[in-house]
């Protein structure tokens, strides 16, 4: 009787510890992308297809498709076309690739013709031109609230006309640069018709001489002449 005791009790513990080994491995699922064995609670669950994938891989896969502008992110599956809906992985994602991945979706059901971008570089954000064929100049921007130019899709150019604006040149159309334009308006100054400078005539004829020694008239900024010592301009 202590003999038969002596055997059943070391048999009864290993028969509780292979259960639960057992019991253990069942609770586990295997990654396909990082060979990984991961509890079920952080296993992507998608009813698309059967492939298995942990939570942090399918983030990773959506995020590298986002970024690279595609739309319609598939299964990372071998051969597996199953398509990823923004809602199923909305869980698992990070709030920067959901904005990009909501902004994809609404570009694709927006006619182009619609679409536009708040030209500040750190706003950019997507907006949809809705007036219906009427002009609009100043617009704010309802995501970052800035003005801007509509119709020149730049930042506001306050006191400058749009034509005028898209004359100017590149270098011409910064917020200091269209500053000291419309100074040199109020003011008169004339400018350099070679490098662009402005100066100002206190007094005398019109005959200016630039620091790039370019010769022009301060009235209507043509390079000077013989002609031009009766022009009244300004």
């Known amino acids: 009787m202590i003999e038969g005791t002596a055997v059943v009790l070391p048999i009864s513990v290993q028969r509780v510890e292979i259960i639960d080994l057992e019991a253990g491995e069942s ?7 990082c060979a990984e064995r991961k509890e079920n609670d ?24 986002v970024q690279d502008s595609i739309r319609r992110v598939t299964c990372p599956g071998l051969n597996c076309g ?3 809906e923004l809602d199923t992985c909305r869980p698992v994602l990070t709030r920067g690739v959901i904005d990009l991945w ?14 536009f971008y708040c030209p500040f570089k750190d706003c950019s954000a997507l907006l949809v031109d809705d007036n219906e064929g009427e002009t609009i100049r100043e617009s704010e921007c309802p995501f970052c609230h800035r003005l801007f130019c509509a119709q020149c899709s730049v930042p506001w150019h306050s006191g400058i006309e749009c034509d005028e604006y898209q004359r100017l040149n590149e270098d011409e159309r910064g917020k200091e640069d269209l500053m000291v334009r419309e ?18 005539r206190t007094e005398g004829c019109p005959h200016m001489v630039c620091r790039c020694r370019f010769e022009f008239c301060y009235g209507c900024e043509e390079q000077w002449g013989p002609s031009h010592g009766g022009c009244t301009k300004k």
Request: net charge positive; charged share 30%; glycine share 4%.
């Open 42 to 65: 952080q296993m992507f669950k998608t009813e698309s297809c059967v492939h298995s994938f942990c939570n942090g891989c399918i983030s990773r896969h959506v995020a590298t498709k």
């Open 183 to 200: 100074l040199a308006k109020d003011k008169k100054w004339g400018r350099c018709p070679r490098c662009k400078f402005y100066v100002e």
């Open 102 to 115: 909501e902004e994809a979706l609404c570009e694709e059901v927006i006619d182009s013709s619609q679409r």
């Open 82 to 84: 199953a398509v990823l």
């Open 27 to 33: 609770s586990l699922s295997f990654c396909e992308i």
